[in-house]
């Protein structure tokens, strides 16, 4: 009798062992489900208004890049041949989803060759607004946590990161695209409708 007791309480630790060893996955994926959602709506660093600049020199704010829309930025230099080929494609996709709001600024880490940069945008003709950071690798390429090219980094209104790719291999633009997409259906919540300016009739007639 008493082995009896005893085996079937062995029964019983093994299979609350087994039911936990089962959960075990599941728990685990959630975990790092969850770690990724954390990860991917972080807060963006603090980055100082000083470190862009356009081709005419003049300074360019960060936050006012993704106030009025969600945002791709792409980090490159020249002799970076990943960088170029991805450009091409990000050129199409701002061209494309520019009536969405959404846009792509590029961000040239070179700091010694900007006349060269200058000439290459040129002749490249991209759709997208390029940009100069005054401190190269070391400026928000180092605060998003890189310092390779090429990098993207998808940008919500809120001042929050959608994600974040280094490298560019041919056909991670198709993933791109797609991510593109989800990120400006989430944007959509942080749209707010300006309701239209009465007319100088109706102005008059008040």
């Not at 020199?57 to 990943?82: A, I, M």
């Not at 996709?93 to 700091?111: L, M, P, R, W």
């Not at 944007?187 to 707010?192: A, D, E, R, W």
């Amino acid at each position: 009798m008493a082995l009896l007791i005893k085996f079937s309480k062995l029964y019983y630790i093994a299979g609350a062992i087994m039911k936990y060893l089962y959960r075990l996955p599941l728990l685990l994926l959630l975990s790092v489900i969850f770690c990724n959602e954390v990860a991917k709506y972080s807060k963006l660093p603090e980055i100082s208004n000083s470190n862009l600049a356009n081709f005419k020199g003049e300074t360019v704010n960060f936050d006012d890049l993704y106030k009025d829309g969600p945002l791709l930025l792409s980090f490159w230099f020249l002799g970076c041949g990943p960088c170029v080929a991805e450009m091409k494609h990000l050129s199409k996709f701002n061209e494309k989803y520019k009536q969405t709001g959404f846009k792509v600024i590029s961000i040239s880490t070179d700091t010694k060759s900007k006349g060269k940069v200058k000439s290459f945008a040129k002749r490249k003709k991209y759709t997208f607004d390029m940009l100069f950071d005054k401190k190269g690798k070391d400026g928000i390429l180092k605060k998003l946590g890189s310092k390779s090219c090429p990098f993207t980094a998808l940008i919500n209104m809120d001042g929050t990161i959608y994600s974040k790719h280094l490298g560019y291999e041919r056909g991670d633009e198709v993933a791109l695209e797609k991510e593109i997409n989800e990120l400006i259906e989430y944007n959509k919540q942080f749209k707010v409708e300006k309701s239209p300016k009465p007319s100088e009739s109706e102005s008059e007639s008040e």
